[in-house]
């Protein structure tokens, strides 16, 4: 079976790391590496990691490496990432986020997939543990398992695979195939580097599997946490998404309408998170990408997209009316404030409603007594 090079990336995680490391060691065999690449952390991360290795907690024959960058890089896990591909050994490469941890039942049936094949990549299913409400959900590409029975050649597979989530620690990468192909993390001033990578895999590749074992779980709304981003940084995607565009230039037409799809979706999950005062540039990155997207695809996306609510959002940035879209979106603000305002008040009503028709009924029965009284030997 064939060694695997578990490449960690962390940065201020100290909640997590111990239980991310221990996670780790519950899968990795002899003749298997857990390099830990920390990105400059603040807190008392490092000297977890160094405890860990200290405590002796891997098997026998598993190679601990330790990679102290000293300093945070520029942007988000791409540079740290690259250093852990550059320290592998081993003929697997497999990701961990430093604050997500391995199912070892999952994962050893996967692993175990794949030392029956020879895929250059493999891609997995995994968990989301939402921690603000402490709540296990399927991921929100889960759906897309239920086609993979159906493939039955390579562009096929490739078209499925690039449909999944690009997060990198659900998948099984040969390491030869990588290094053959040059295949690395952008690196620049810019968060989720792991969707261009993706993308450079998905096309390279020759063989890709599949294996619908739940092999992590993947830690979301934590303080600190890139997918918490709000801001400008999510105006990446664009730079991303003309970076892919370069790639699939001159391939199969298939692929440019699987990108602008790529697109559409991502910023269908930005739209609500996407601060006030980030939308005019987030709207101008948005129009100028938008606008490269042959005439031809955007009519047969068209086809799928115009049913949902973000087809409105780019028809408008696509047409260069920013500000046009800028007021859809403050209007936006003003409904759901209404909305919930009307949710604060209803029960501030609802009491004095009931209070209100406690006071009629206690003004109305006293007035009866009054009148009981008054007529009293009358009636």
């Not at 070892?104 to 299913?125: C, E, P, S, Y």
């Not at 078209?159 to 990588?178: D, E, M, N």
């Not at 199969?252 to 005019?280: C, I, K, V």
């Not at 909305?339 to 009866?368: G, K, W, Y």
Request: hydrophobic share 45%.
């Amino acid at each position: 079976m064939s060694a695997i090079s578990f490449i960690v990336t962390t940065y201020n995680i100290a909640p997590y790391i111990e239980a991310c490391l221990e996670s780790v060691a519950a899968v990795a065999r002899a003749g298997d590496e857990v390099i830990i690449i920390d990105d400059g952390s603040t807190d008392t991360t490092e000297a977890l990691i160094h405890a860990f290795g200290a405590r002796g907690a891997l098997a026998h024959g598993v190679i601990y490496k330790p990679v102290i960058l000293g300093t945070n890089t520029i942007g988000g896990v791409g540079i740290g990432a690259n250093i852990g591909l550059w320290e592998a050994r081993c003929d697997t490469v497999f990701f961990v986020d430093g604050d997500d941890w391995i199912d070892a039942q999952g994962f050893n049936k996967a692993r175990a997939q794949w030392a029956l094949n020879t895929h250059d990549i493999m891609v997995a299913n995994y968990r989301v543990f939402d921690e603000d409400n402490a709540q296990y959900l399927p991921p929100a590409d889960n759906r897309n398992w239920f086609d993979i029975p159906t493939i039955r050649n390579h562009h096929a597979a490739q078209t499925a695979a690039l449909t999944f989530i690009a997060v990198p620690w659900r998948k099984f990468y040969r390491r030869a195939f990588l290094v053959d192909h040059s295949i690395t993390f952008p690196e620049g001033d810019f968060f989720f580097e792991d969707n261009p990578f993706h993308w450079d895999v998905c096309l390279a590749a020759r063989d890709i599997g599949f294996a619908n074992h739940v092999l992590c779980y993947h830690r979301t709304n934590r303080p600190g946490q890139t997918m918490a981003s709000t801001g400008l940084e999510l105006a990446a995607f664009f730079t991303h998404f003309e970076t892919i565009q370069r790639k699939i230039s001159g391939r199969d037409g298939q692929f440019e309408l699987l990108a602008a799809r790529w697109l559409l979706n991502n910023m269908t999950w930005h739209m609500d998170r996407l601060a006030p005062s980030a939308r005019y540039s987030y709207a101008r990155r948005a129009t100028h990408s938008l606008g490269q997207i042959h005439p031809s695809i955007w009519q047969e996306l068209e086809r799928s997209e115009a049913p949902k609510p973000i087809w409105a959002v780019v028809n408008r940035l696509r047409d260069g009316d920013i500000w046009g879209q800028i007021d859809a979106w403050h209007r936006r603000d003003l409904q759901r404030d209404m909305h919930d305002l009307r949710d604060t008040l209803a029960p501030v009503i609802e009491m004095a409603q009931t209070q209100r028709n406690a006071h009629l009924a206690q003004s109305a029965s006293d007035s009866f007594a009054s009148l009981s009284q008054k007529y009293k030997g009358v009636i």
